[in-house]
Each structure stands twice: as C-alpha cells, then as structure tokens.
C-alpha cells in the first residue's frame, strides 16, 4: 500500500509540473499577444535637457557648496533668458536626430520612413536633420528604399546631416551620400562603392550521390545562376551584366549627390577609413556625433526621434530569427573588415 501512494503521489506530481509548465507557456504567450497590441509609438526627447541634466551632476560633485548654488543660481538666469528671447524671438533653430543601425535587409526602414513622416509634418528648411548612420551594406533594393527616405528630406529643402561613426559602406554610402554633409570619425569605415552577389553551388556534391536537379522557366534570364544545378557561361556572363549594370546605378546616385567624388577612383568596391575618406571627398569633416551635438546644443533645441511599431508574437519571433541570421552575417563581414585591416 506504501508503494502504490508513493507511485501515486509521484504521478501526481508530475501531472501538476506539466500543468503548471502548460500554464506558464500560455501565460506568456498571453502577455506577448497583449503587448503585441500595444500601440506604435513616437518617441521624442530633447537631448538640450540631458546635457542639462549630465553638467548639473558633475558641478554637483566637482564644486564646493557655495561654488555649487552660484552655479544654479546662474543657470536659473539663463534660462529665463532663453525663455524671454524665445518668447520675442523664433530664430533658434531646431535639430532633429535619428539613428539607424543597419543590416543586410536594412530592416530599420520600417521606423525610419515613419520618424521621417513624423519630422516632415513640423521642420521647415531653417531647421536641420541628423541622421547617425551605423551600417555595412546588404541588399540593394532595400538600402535604395532607405537612401529614398532620406532624400525627402532634400526634397523639402530641409539640411541633412550624417554623422558616421563606425562603418557606412556599400549600401550604407548609399544612404549617406544623400546628405548636404557628412560626418565621420577618424578610422569610421567609408565607401565599398561596389556591388557584390555569390553564391554556392552543389552540382558536383549532388551528382556525385547521383541526386539530380530538376528546374524549369519561362524566360531566358529568369534566372541566372543557381545553387544545385550546372551553371554555363552564358548565365555567368548575364549575372555580371547585372551586376555592372546595378554598380553604374550606384555611382550615378552618388554622383547626383556628391559630384566633388572622383568615382573613378573611389567606385573601386574599395574602402576607407575617415581620414582618407576626407580626402578623396567621400566625407565632409572629421567629427563624431558626439562633438558635433554638444556644439549644437548652444544654439539649437534638439530633439532625438524614434519610431517603434508594433509587432504580433509571430512577427516578433520571426524578427529575431532575421536578426540572429543577420548578426551572424554581419560578424562575418566584420570579421573580413577586420582581416583586410590586420592583414
């Protein structure tokens, strides 16, 4: 009788951990799809109030208490100044930031059309946009879209700023080239104006273990090369043609932009670190974002832009399957950046 409890309260113990695990996971799943509801959001900071904040922290704990309420007292004063001449006057100017981290599909697209709506609906061309780039490349039609955004702001006259302070390359050139004025750090790395596309192929692995591959279309090109069947000349030499064709389209974009660049010499697929970006026109100045929104701050009221929308449990889950396949892709490249430089 002792044992048959013992069985029993040992199924019973595991039925109630597989309830309790069942109920966990529906439990989360729950909150995901409720967050999932969540609105999107604009958010909307004004940097001006972080400096602000960052200085009074560092008077607060540099200065003598005395030296410390001078110093409020001061800054109490020049706020009210500012408050009058804004009150008279509508000549400071506004700054707005955004920021784009990219990845192969530049999937940021998806906030930065939005934050660019948002800011077209109040700047006016005495006001100015900065966009602080972070991105290696990838796809080409995604990148155009990105790069098409931020030409909207040229179209309405409104001054664009990119500041770059790791990598815009390839793709990401493409986005910067759009602005009125570029920005990088020193060893930022700039250009790779040059198009790319590779491909395996497993032909020979799959004849070898006598798999055949079947594929039929309608249309010579429809497709150029592939991954498991026998690829000819023909088709090499027409996946080239492409790829020229799309490098011409490159350089005329930046050539629209950017017409001081020697693409004959830069449109290499190659390369630079800020410094010598700088001289071969691919940038305009060698400042960090950083510099450069502390110096703006004295005279203009920035404000930092983000757009975040809202994703389903299964879009989330699928963002972070493309984010991880990203990321491994981007480390790789990384990786190459890395070994060209090392040698």
Not at 28 to 39: E, N, P, Y
Not at 220 to 235: D, L, S, Y
Not at 296 to 306: G, K, L, N
Request: net charge neutral; glycine share 6%.
């Amino acid at each position: 009788m002792a044992e048959f409890f013992t069985q029993y309260g040992l199924f019973l113990a595991k039925t109630a951990t597989v309830l309790i695990a069942i109920l966990i996971v529906v439990g989360v799943a729950f909150m995901l799809s409720k967050k999932s509801r969540a609105l999107d959001k604009l958010e909307v900071n004004k940097l001006n109030d972080k400096y602000d904040s960052m200085r009074r922290v560092l008077k607060a704990t540099t200065l003598s208490k005395k030296e410390y309420k001078k110093f409020l007292k001061e800054q109490k004063s020049e706020a009210k100044a500012k408050e009058k001449q804004l009150a008279e006057s509508s000549s400071r100017k506004r700054l707005f930031v955004l920021d784009f981290h990219g990845d192969i599909k530049a999937t940021a697209v998806a906030s930065l059309r939005e934050e660019v709506t948002a800011v077209l609906t109040m700047a006016t061309p005495e006001d100015g946009v900065l966009l602080c780039l972070e991105n290696t490349g990838g796809i080409v039609h995604e990148h155009g879209l990105a790069a098409s955004q931020l030409q909207r702001f040229r179209d309405k006259n409104i001054p664009l700023t990119v500041a770059v302070d790791k990598v815009a390359a390839s793709g990401g050139y493409m986005m910067a080239c759009v602005a009125d004025r570029i920005l990088a750090a020193p060893f930022a790395v700039i250009g790779s104006i040059g198009v790319l596309a590779q491909l395996p192929n497993f032909h020979e692995l799959l004849a070898r273990h006598g798999i055949s591959f079947e594929q039929e279309t309608a249309g010579e090109f429809k497709r150029t090369i592939t991954m498991f069947g026998r690829n000819t000349e023909a088709e090499r030499a027409k996946l080239r043609e492409q790829l020229e064709d799309t490098h011409q389209l490159f350089k005329d974009f930046v050539a629209k932009f950017r017409p001081g660049v020697n693409l004959e010499g830069v449109a290499t697929g190659e390369y630079w670190h800020g410094v010598r970006a700088l001289e071969r026109n691919l940038v305009d100045e060698i400042v960090t974002s950083d510099d450069f929104l502390l110096a703006a701050s004295d005279d203009h009221d920035i404000y930092e832009v983000a757009y975040s929308a809202k994703k389903t449990v299964a879009e989330r889950l699928m963002s972070s399957i493309q984010l991880g396949t990203a990321a491994w892709a981007d480390a790789i490249r990384d990786r190459a950046y890395r070994h060209r430089l090392l040698g």
